[in-house]
């Protein structure tokens, strides 16, 4: 890059020595470097005359395309500094999709504020799915819950536990209850979330009580869910955070108590990126409760 600089200084100049001093080299270094760009081309840049040079057709041709080249690494580097500056870094992020988005908005909230410069793409999936991805280096970072521990391969921060409970519609009689065991579903109407990374979890301790409840919806949309749990079309296991809708009431599981834990969850030998270790500091250091 230094010949190129140099090289493109005497175009401008027609002079080695003015050319020198514009880039502030002294002339026998700048005449070198142009000699060994010649070299390395294949052909003479100038024609060397007394007191002044001039540009030959192929010195001509090879100014064009040596100042791209000089856009271009120009570019490169604002582009590497804004990156590792997080002036204008990205970050993809998985974010399972029945985690309640009213908490996790305010979070992104404060990491905005704070990294203004960074921007998010945000990939929802079910917690298998994500840390397929993660794995396969399609996602930064993945923020998941699920009941069995992770990979080793994985590393796994908790940021946040939430308690597993019913969601019901305003006016039921489970809204006089302060809490809610398994076998008080007995009889009620189910609307299932497809995506609920404990269904089976939760399905195993309803059997090993003899519990039964009818499931007559299920869908993988969290949005279809509340408004059908709000219509009281039926009850629905969820995340106490989950349960955000107007109209929709939650109460936690007592006998047995479920905790979901919420964790920051990146590949376990893989270096983070500037933007990714921001977003793991900052998410750190949020008051998630």
Not at 65 to 92: I, P, Q, W, Y
Not at 143 to 155: H, N, S, V, Y
Request: charged residues 25%; proline residues 4%.
């Amino acid at each position: 890059m230094h010949e190129i600089r140099y090289f493109l200084a005497a175009c401008q100049t027609l002079n080695f020595h003015r050319a020198a001093e514009r880039v502030h080299v002294g002339q026998p270094a700048l005449t070198r470097a142009i000699q060994k760009l010649e070299t390395e081309l294949g052909g003479n840049l100038f024609h060397r005359e007394k007191g002044h040079v001039q540009l030959t057709d192929f010195g001509g041709l090879m100014r064009t395309r040596l100042e791209e080249v000089l856009h271009s690494s120009e570019t490169a580097k604002r582009a590497a500094k804004n990156f590792l500056s997080l002036e204008a870094a990205t970050l993809t992020l998985g974010i399972m999709c029945t985690i309640g988005p009213l908490r996790f908005i305010g979070f992104l909230r404060a990491f905005r504020a704070r990294h203004p410069g960074i921007e998010i793409t945000m990939i929802e999936g079910r917690a298998d799915r994500l840390v397929e991805l993660l794995i396969e280096g399609d996602l930064d970072i993945a923020i998941l819950a699920r009941p069995e521990p992770f990979d080793d391969g994985l590393k796994a921060e908790p940021l946040f536990r939430e308690r597993f409970g019913l969601a019901f519609s305003a006016g039921h009689a489970f809204e006089r209850c302060n809490t809610i065991e398994l076998d008080d579903i007995r009889g009620e109407t189910r609307v299932e979330r497809s995506n609920c990374e404990y269904t089976d979890y939760i399905g195993a301790l309803c059997m090993n009580l003899g519990v039964e409840a009818q499931s007559v919806f299920r869908s993988e949309r969290e949005d279809w869910i509340l408004a059908m749990v709000a219509a009281d079309m039926g009850v629905c296991f969820m995340a106490e955070f989950s349960a955000s809708q107007t109209g929709v009431c939650h109460r936690p599981i007592a006998d047995p108590e479920i905790i979901r834990e919420v964790s920051i969850v990146s590949v376990a030998d893989r270096p983070p990126s500037p933007a990714t270790a921001a977003f793991i500091k900052v998410a750190r250091e949020y008051a998630w409760i």
